[in-house]
């Protein structure tokens, strides 16, 4: 690993610090580095209104350290703003404040920067380079990009099976999942908008669908059927960046079935069969596994599109 990834994975250690408050902006984290290699300032993305990463980094930096600026390099995880939003642009900022050099994780997709911020400050005479850890930058922010990318928000199809490919025990409600993995669950629908379950799975189960097992706010529930269909552009229009579907199994056939997802996640009870009951959905070719956890015989895949 070289200082240039070192620092950006800093950056992106911070800007996760983000994940409930800075939606719907983006989670970034800043870095500055002096020339002899010494941190002299961070910060991250707080809360949506407030100062931006950048913002936040420059603030930090001791008054005895700021003629070290004009030597320094910056990390941040996201292309400076060039656009005045609530806060003014944070490329302006940057070519203010003088420093040497910037690196940036990735470009921001959002129509008001795209490149913008980088053009922006390689006109001052900064030495801007681009790309470093490009892929986990993006990744970061993928809810983000997808939102503003295709007017819709990030979909996670999410659902709990027996070790033998089934949801429920015979058509009824079963408990696959253990406490510990329940609570991951309810960690994953802290971290996302918007919870959503077909008619049948509502009558037939009555989820709550709520975060009760883990700090944060629960995710805005909702319910469809076809008196009641999915309007993505209503979602969109409400600000609601991801989404996650949690059944039953004809919902998340039917999602699926239109290629409309982003991620899949399965979490398998390899302990556990049953001789009957609604087989879950059948995983698709495009479908790639791009993590996988394991938890006392409870097996969690993270899938994402080829």
């Known amino acids: 690993m070289n200082d240039d990834e070192k620092y950006m994975r800093r950056c992106l250690q911070l800007a996760r610090n983000g994940q409930q408050n800075a939606k719907p902006n983006p989670m970034v984290g800043a870095v500055i580095v002096s020339a002899e290699g010494r941190i002299i300032g961070e910060g991250y993305h707080v809360r949506c209104g407030e100062g931006h990463a950048e913002v936040n980094a420059f603030a930090s930096v001791r008054t005895e350290d700021e003629p070290l600026l004009k030597d320094a ?4 995880s996201l292309e400076p703003c060039s656009h005045f939003g609530k806060t003014p642009p944070c490329a302006d900022l940057i070519i203010k404040k003088g420093v040497r050099r910037v690196v940036v994780g990735c470009i921001d997709e959002f129509a008001e ?12 005479g900064i030495d801007v380079e681009v790309g470093v850890l490009e892929a986990e930058c993006k990744a970061l922010n993928r809810r983000f990009f ?4 295709e007017q819709r928000p990030y979909i996670i199809l999410k659902w709990a099976q027996t070790a033998n490919g089934f949801i429920d025990d015979h058509f009824q409600p079963a408990q696959i999942s253990s406490d510990f993995t329940k609570m991951l669950s309810h960690k994953l629908r802290a971290e996302e908008d918007a919870i959503l379950v077909g008619r049948v799975t509502e009558e037939r189960d009555h989820p709550q669908l709520t975060v009760r097992e883990w700090s944060g706010t629960s995710p805005k529930r909702m319910v469809i059927d076809r008196s009641h269909p999915l309007n993505l552009e209503s979602l ?3 600000h609601i960046q991801s989404l996650i579907v949690e059944g039953g199994a004809q919902t998340l056939r039917s999602f699926l079935v239109q290629n409309l997802w982003d991620e899949i996640r399965v979490e398998t009870n390899t302990a556990m069969t049953v001789s009957g009951g609604t087989r879950a959905p059948q995983i698709p070719a495009n479908a790639v596994v791009r993590q996988t956890e394991s938890y006392d015989g409870q097996l969690i ?5 080829a």
Do not use: D, L, S
């Open 236 to 238: 969109h229009a409400h």
């Open 301 to 305: 895949v993270h899938y994402q599109k």
């Open 146 to 149: 997808t939102y503003h990318r």
């Open 113 to 124: 920067v795209q490149g913008r911020g980088i053009r922006k400050m390689r006109e001052a």
């Open 73 to 76: 390099t910056m990390y941040v």
